[in-house]
């Protein structure tokens, strides 16, 4: 059972930046991807970005340019900084850490993430 612990959300005003880190603990799993979604009030849980461990990116149209998905060399920390920040990025943002090949797919509790005047 992989375990995944998120940091880093809170409130930010337009144009304001924050780092989001999520860190997978007894991951032995070295062909993975790991990744954000969020969730606004209302709305469905969407993509925000992911990065699969041979190092490919994925964003969403609405992120691209803005919001950039790292992970440490363990490859067990993903981390998501966020800049340029607009009222519509407000949600709650899940890690995510899956295992295509055996079908695992975990997630994070989630954090927070309000931008706001």
């Known amino acids: 059972q992989v375990h995944l612990a998120e940091s880093g959300g809170g409130l930010v005003q337009p144009g304001g930046s924050l780092r989001l880190s999520c860190t997978a603990s007894?991951?032995?799993?070295?062909?993975?991807?790991m990744g954000w979604y969020r969730q606004a009030p209302g709305k469905e849980r969407e993509l925000v970005a992911t990065?699969?461990?041979?190092?490919?990116?994925n964003y969403a149209d609405s992120v691209k340019g803005r919001f950039t998905i790292s992970r440490d060399r363990t490859f067990n920390t993903v981390f998501l900084q966020m800049n340029d920040l607009k009222p519509e990025d407000t949600a709650v943002y899940y890690c995510?850490?899956?295992?295509?090949?055996?079908?695992?797919?975990?997630w994070g509790q989630g954090t927070q993430v309000t931008v706001s005047s």
């Open positions: 995510n850490y899956r295992v295509p090949q055996y079908d695992y797919d975990y």
């Open positions: 007894r991951s032995r799993f070295t062909t993975n991807i």
């Open positions: 990065l699969t461990s041979r190092g490919s990116p």
